[in-house]
């Protein structure tokens, strides 16, 4: 996309913030979560965020609404585990298409009201404030999660042999969101919050092969998580070997997330940003708990 990447080259672009964080804050029971279609479900659904883009469409698009309102160029998509491996957990493995296209759908018209790429005389957000003339195009990127398994290490430490997931069964996952994301409109395809690289390579092998089937190619972001103070992420690998492992893909921009917060984490991206051979994406939390179980980072920090 050469308006992205044009954009890319004059300054900085934002972000949206976390969205875990800001479904909590409605206080939904389990109720909330089923909605009428899902009330009858067998198990619990409390904690199934991706599926409130069915049940509570209104909250995801007015979060996304607040994060547009706030300054952010790129919203993510509400499905950081919209696999069927994630979602086997809530018996919903079927529901991978329809999550990920309804929460697409959901960020792109969100993303369309507040752009001003066509429009002059520009638009008044719901807050009011809007410059007219003030041309601030706004993407949609569609979020491919990282799973609950890990393809290259044994959850059972006395048969590191063992495998609870397969490269083929994740590839087959993310091409099916990979398709969903595209076609609810996502700018972008982001991979993130990566842990396994091998996770990230089968992710990135579905969406390639989505690409060429369909012909409807995006820019990638690629983002993974430093697990500790090593820098290394969960399979091991540092910044640069992480780089390393998936330049082939040529994405549009890679880095990290999460991980110990902004000030742990920078040094890590700063040393991705003196290798990577692309743009460089950030986006830290809010770093560890304190013993009153809150967060003393601030968005500032």
Not at 48 to 61: A, C, E, G, K, V
Not at 161 to 172: I, Q, T
Not at 262 to 270: D, G, N, P, S, T
Request: glycine share 8%; aromatic share 8%; charged share 25%.
């Amino acid at each position: 996309m050469k308006q992205l990447e044009q954009l890319l080259e004059e300054r900085i672009l934002i972000l949206d913030g976390a969205m875990g964080t800001m479904i909590q804050r409605y206080q939904l029971d389990e109720a909330g979560y089923r909605g009428e279609r899902f009330k009858d479900w067998p198990c619990d659904l409390k904690g199934n965020n991706d599926l409130l883009s069915l049940t509570q469409p209104q909250i995801i698009s007015d979060i996304h609404k607040a994060y547009l309102e706030a300054g952010a160029d790129i919203v993510e998509t509400n499905t950081f585990n919209s696999t069927a491996i994630s979602l086997a957990d809530y018996q919903q493995e079927e529901l991978v298409y329809e999550l990920n296209f309804e929460s697409a759908k959901l960020a792109r018209a969100a993303c369309d009201a507040f752009s001003t790429e066509d429009d002059a005389q520009g638009r008044a957000s719901a807050a009011g404030g809007r410059t007219p003339g003030a041309a601030k195009p706004r993407f949609v990127a569609g979020v491919l999660g990282p799973t609950n398994r890990t393809a290259s290490l044994s959850p059972d430490v006395n048969n590191p042999g063992f495998r609870n997931v397969s490269f083929d069964a994740l590839k087959d996952t993310y091409y099916e969101a990979s398709k969903a994301l595209v076609e609810g409109g996502a700018d972008i395809i982001l991979i993130e919050t990566i842990f396994d690289t091998l996770n990230a390579k089968a992710a990135a092998f579905a969406v390639q092969s989505y690409f060429e089937d369909s012909g409807n190619k995006r820019p990638v972001m690629i983002s993974g998580t430093i697990t500790d103070a090593s820098g290394r992420t969960l399979s091991g690998q540092t910044a640069e070997a992480f780089f390393n492992s998936l330049r082939h893909i040529k994405p549009i921009s890679l880095g990290f997330n999460c991980a110990l917060g902004a000030k742990q984490l920078r040094q890590y991206v700063e040393e991705l940003a003196g290798t990577a051979d692309c743009y460089v994406n950030a986006h830290p939390n809010a770093g560890l708990p304190n013993e009153f179980g809150e967060y003393d980072e601030s968005p500032e920090d």
